[in-house]
């Protein structure tokens, strides 16, 4: 069984930074075989992605409004993904979910692992 562990949300000023982890363990999960999202879902709106990497290649996307203040990156020995977080605004208040799956996709539903979710928020 595949398990992902978001971890490194809180409380953070606008400008301010976070790093977010997600730890995936479970026997049988290749992890140069998959792409790592992480997403975010703030209060009701839909869950949307902000970055994915490509484990194998390491290949990189991010959405517009994350460009340049996030870097997504990954540490094969540790099996994690981070979310480096800069200048965080109050419109990055949000669960943030990273997830598994076999491509890059900006569509939660190609993912096939979550992990459980941690929150930001962000004040003004």
């Avoid at 976070?18 to 075989?33: E, K, V, Y």
């Avoid at 009701?44 to 994915?52: F, I, T």
């Avoid at 203040?69 to 605004?89: C, E, G, P």
């Avoid at 539903?109 to 003004?124: A, P």
Wanted: aromatic content about 10%; hydrophobic content about 30%; glycine content about 10%.
């Amino acid at each position: 069984e595949v398990q992902l562990q978001a971890s490194g949300g809180g409380l953070v000023q606008a400008g301010g930074s976070l790093r977010l982890s997600c730890q995936i363990s479970g026997s049988g999960f290749n992890f140069d075989d998959h792409v790592i999202g992480w997403f975010r879902q703030a209060p009701g709106k839909e869950r949307e992605v902000s970055s994915c990497i490509s484990s194998s290649d390491r290949s990189t996307f991010y959405t517009d409004n994350v460009r340049g203040r996030f870097t997504i990156s990954s540490d094969h020995a540790k099996r994690t993904v981070y979310l480096q977080m800069n200048s965080l605004k109050p419109e990055d208040t949000a669960v943030y979910f990273c997830a598994a799956g076999p491509a890059f996709s900006n569509i939660a539903s190609d993912y096939e692992n979550w992990g459980q979710g941690t929150l930001v928020t962000v004040s003004s």
